[in-house]
């Protein structure tokens, strides 16, 4: 994905001053989804995953109440239910409390990990990853 969004991007579409006017042909807000898509076809090419199988465990909405083991892959959609991204980046979810209870839940996952991850600092992260790893020693 670095690859791709230095070599096929200008900078002026990587800072979002170019808008989408190549959408949805290309677009660097979508990266994600490319290299999704080369990693995708890369372990179907190699024959490390069965596509019929797989069907029944990607894409599902992130406002669905399924549980997470049973997915994996979340698309993260901007309806109006939650978990929905734009909701998220306008800030919608920032007075909500951190979901503790059906956290296996798809859309209670959502929340939980963007609002930790949005309120965890650089700091505080490096305090648990050296915590986790203390652990495994």
Same mark, same amino acid.
């Given at each position: 994905?670095? /690859? &791709? ?22 677009? /660097?807000?979508?990266?994600?989804? $490319?290299?999704? @898509? +080369? !990693? ?8 490390? &995953? ?5 069907? %029944? $465990? ?5 406002? @669905?109440?399924?549980?997470? @083991? ?9 309806? !109006?239910? &939650? ?9 919608? $979810? ?13 859309? @209670?996952? #959502?929340?939980?990990?963007? +609002? ?5 600092? #650089?700091?505080? +992260? ?7 790893? %203390?652990?495994?020693?």
């Amino acid at each position: 994905m670095a /690859y &791709i969004g230095k070599e096929e991007f200008s900078l002026p579409e990587r800072e979002g001053k170019a808008g989408t006017e190549l959408w949805p042909a290309w677009h /660097y807000g979508v990266l994600l989804l $490319y290299g999704q @898509n +080369l !990693g995708m076809n890369h372990l179907i090419g190699a024959k490390q &995953i069965n596509v019929p199988k797989l069907f %029944n $465990y990607i894409d599902h909405p992130s406002s @669905n109440p399924e549980s997470v @083991n049973d997915v994996i892959h979340i698309h993260v959609y901007h309806g !109006g239910d &939650i978990f929905s991204k734009f909701a998220f980046k306008m800030g919608q $979810y920032d007075n909500m409390t951190v979901p503790t209870v059906d956290t296996h839940q798809i859309k @209670n996952y #959502c929340l939980k990990m963007a +609002l930790e991850s949005k309120r965890t600092t #650089c700091t505080d +992260l490096v305090k648990q990853l050296r915590e986790q790893i %203390n652990k495994k020693q």
